[in-house]
Each structure stands twice: as structure tokens, then as C-alpha cells.
């Protein structure tokens, strides 16, 4: 027991340095019925038990519709658990993944997302706890490694997302987690889909990490998740570095500012870009530092959306010509569907969407079309504007700092509303409320995407917001 309490304690120690939730605070709790979930939702609730920091636990089982009687079991067993333990227990069953076509992976965690939201909005909870593990973050980094991903896809999973989405576990192992449930005598299942090496996670987990390790003659998976921490950290630091670099000239970038050259002037040109609102490919970013260096002191490049053009010293980002500037309330309609395009050389679209497709707060949203007015309004930000995330309201300026994104821009960012309530502010947040579930019945894409407005056939309206993504 002794073991079981170490364990416990290194928990509690996690969530408080990570500052995940506070005594008294309500959680969903995701269980799948496996250890690691299992673990989780029985070392949490141990900190109340024994360590004086009680949390009002909600249990949340999602059954993917794929497994069966099996998929039954395993939702009998832990509400089971929560009942043994007197936790409220929510559950759900679909059927959408059998008809749906695309990655199986993608669209059951899609799923299993606005599933958890929804819970946590109906019981006004302040964050949704996963079992991920250690072991997770590494096959995680090693995935995206694989697939070609940058510094910020190599700093793997945030132990804590401003949606809401905890991860108390992500520096314990997997057997630690079973040897914790050994410990205090809970039982759990075992899911046979976790040894299918059709799905590349679990080749990843099964061959490719003991291979690495036993070759390498270190646990390579600890070695990975220590380099997604340290990523993570080294990233913030160069936003914040790089963000005192561009200055606060809008619309401009001084050229002295990319005198190092090499990576670190390509480093600053595409944050420059992103918040000038473009989509920078590493193209266009070679091209405008290789304009930055060059003897031409009025050469240009063409982007989606406008140019970049370098006045001697300073380089320009100059918008489509001819918009029209924003009316008195600021306030653009845009029909659902339908689409409008802004100054900035965005172009926001609303379509049917489909089952399955999965929300993202970057380029597109798939939302419950149910829960949308017929027509949709972008505006900018005002002061006490609030968006309802899965732990509960929280201001924009508040993401706003936790992004770090400065105040100089924030007036630009589009925010999308329905009615009253604000659901999507591209690149920083989409409300958990309009999120679909596994009961929704009809879907409505939102899509941000460069266009140049100044020839685009479709143009509805033309006003001076910013699409950013962070």
C-alpha cells in the first residue's frame, strides 16, 4: 500500500505544479474501462480520500459502436466501478463510426470529444480528465515525427489544453498505472483493438519503441517524453522572443530584424506572416527572406490573399485593394450556409458538413447545424466577450493571454457568432456548446481558407478582420 500511496502523491504533485484543478472542483473523468483510464479515475479520486484535495468526480464512457458485446462489457464495467464508488456515471453508444468513411481513428476521437464536452457542459464542470500516460506522449511524438512534424507538433500533448482537457497522468508510465490498481484492488479490461497493428499507434507502441530501446540500450520512451517537455517549453520562449522582434508596426517588419539569416530569419518571417493573418508556406517564406537579403530594394512577393513588397528598410504586407473599410458595428453577416470574404484575404465558408468530420480550433469546424442561427455574424472582439468552453465560460481576453497573443492584434481577430453567443474565434477557440454529439442530426462546416478577394467571383462583402492561426 505504501507503493499504491507514492503513487498517489506523485499524482497530486503533477496536478498541482501543472495547476490542472483545484480542491472542489467538478471533473469529468473519461473511463474507458482499461487500466490507464481506470487508474485515473481511481487515483483521483483517492487524492480526496487521503491527501485532502476532494474533487466532485463525473464518469464519462463513450462506446464507439465497433466492439459489440464486447464494447457493452466494458461500459457494464465501469459503471460498475462508479457505482461501487457512488460517482455519477454518463454514458453513450453510437452506431456513426460503422457508416462513416475516413480515418477510424480520427473520427472516434471526434466523437468521443464532443461526447465528453457535451457532459461537461450539462454538468457545468470545470475540466475533463484522460488517462493518457508517458507512454502516450512518446508514441505520440514518434508518430508525428514520422508524418514530418515541426516543434510544435514534437512537444506532443499538453498536460492541460484551455479547452478544458486535462492530463493528470502524463508523466506516470502505463505499468505503473496497472501496478496502482493491483495495489488497491480494482480491476479493469483489456480492449483486444490495442494490439491490431493495423492501426500505426499500436505498430508504433508493439515493434517500433521496444525495438529503439533494446537496440539503443535506454527506454527510449521516457527519452521522448522528456524532449516533448523541454520542446514545449523552448517554443514558448522563442514565440515570446520572437513576438519583441517584429514590433508593433502593423502591416510591417523591419529588415535589420533578419540579419541572423538561416533558420532564425525564416523563424521570424513566418510569425510576422501569421500575424499579418496569411498561411505561410515555407516557400513564401524563403522567397521574402530571400527579398529581406537581396539587392532590390522594391522586390516583392506574391501570397494568397496580397504581397509582400520590401521598402528599402521595411517590408510591406500589403492587402487586396478596393475593400471597403468595417461599418460603424463592425458586424459582417455571413448566411449559413454561404460564405464571406475579408479584407485580410480570407475567405470564411459554411457548408453542410458530415458525421464524423471532427472539430478543429485551426482552419474548420464541424458543428452542430441544429444549434446555428440561419445567419451568422463576424465581428471583432469586444470588452467582457465570453465564449462557453467544456469547463465553463471563460473570457476571450483570458485565452487571449494564455496564446500570448498581443493586444495590438487582438482587435483584429475575427469572432463568429450565432445569436447572441459567440462560437468561434478561427485559430483560438471554438464554444464546446455547439460541438456535435453523437445525437446530432445535421452538420455545418465552417471553413477558413486565402483567397484573394480582389478577384474572387463570390465575394458577398469585404471587411478589414483578420483570420489568425496561432
Known sequence: MDEARRFERQ???????????????RVVVAVSGGADST????VLRALGAGHGFPLDLHVAHFDHGLRGEEGRRDAAHVESVSARWGLPFHAT?????????????????????????????????????????????????????????????????????????VRPLLRRRRVECRGYLDRVGVGFVEDPTNSDRRFTRNRIRLDLLPVLSGALG???????????????????????????????????????????????????????????GGRPTHRHVEAIVGVAHGDNPSASVDLPGGRVRRDYDR????????????????????????????QSGWRLRASAGSPGAGASVRGEVVLDGARLAPRLVVRTMRPGDRIRLSGGRRKLSDLFTDRKIPRIERARL?????????????????????????????????????????????????????????
Open 218 to 276: 535506454v527506454d527510449f520512451s521516457d527519452r521522448l517524453a522528456r524532449m516533448a517537455e523541454e520542446l514545449r517549453v523552448e517554443a514558448e520562449l522563442a514565440d515570446r522572443h520572437v513576438a519583441g522582434l517584429l514590433g508593433e508596426e502593423r502591416g510591417a517588419l523591419r529588415v535589420p530584424a533578419l540579419a541572423p539569416g538561416g533558420g532564425i530569419a525564416r523563424r521570424i518571417v513566418h510569425a510576422w506572416l501569421v500575424r499579418e
Open 93 to 165: 453508444r453510437t452506431d456513426a463510426l460503422r457508416a462513416g468513411e475516413g480515418n477510424l481513428e480520427k473520427r472516434a476521437r471526434d466523437l468521443r470529444g464532443a461526447f465528453l464536452a457535451r457532459v461537461a457542459r450539462e454538468t457545468s464542470s470545470r475540466a475533463i480528465a484522460l488517462g493518457h500516460t508517458l507512454d502516450d506522449q512518446a508514441e505520440t511524438v514518434l508518430h508525428r515525427l514520422a508524418r514530418g512534424g515541426g516543434v510544435r507538433a514534437l512537444a506532443g500533448m499538453a498536460a492541460s489544453r484551455e479547452d478544458g482537457v
Open 414 to 470: 475575427a469572432v463568429v457568432t450565432s445569436g447572441a453567443d459567440i462560437i468561434w474565434v478561427p485559430g483560438v477557440a471554438v464554444a464546446a456548446d455547439v460541438l456535435p454529439g453523437v445525437d446530432t442530426q445535421r452538420w455545418m462546416r465552417l471553413r477558413a481558407e486565402p483567397v484573394d478577394c480582389r478577384v474572387s467571383a463570390s465575394v458577398l462583402e469585404n471587411q478589414g478582420f483578420r483570420v489568425r492561426f496561432g
Open 39 to 42: 487508474a485515473l479515475l481511481a
Open 315 to 342: 517590408l510591406i504586407y500589403e492587402r487586396p485593394a478596393g475593400a471597403r473599410p468595417p461599418d460603424a458595428t463592425g458586424h459582417v453577416a455571413w448566411p449559413a450556409p454561404g460564405e464571406v470574404c475579408l
Open 11 to 25: 499524482v497530486l504533485r503533477d496536478v498541482r505544479e501543472e495547476g490542472l484543478f483545484a480542491p472542489g472542483d
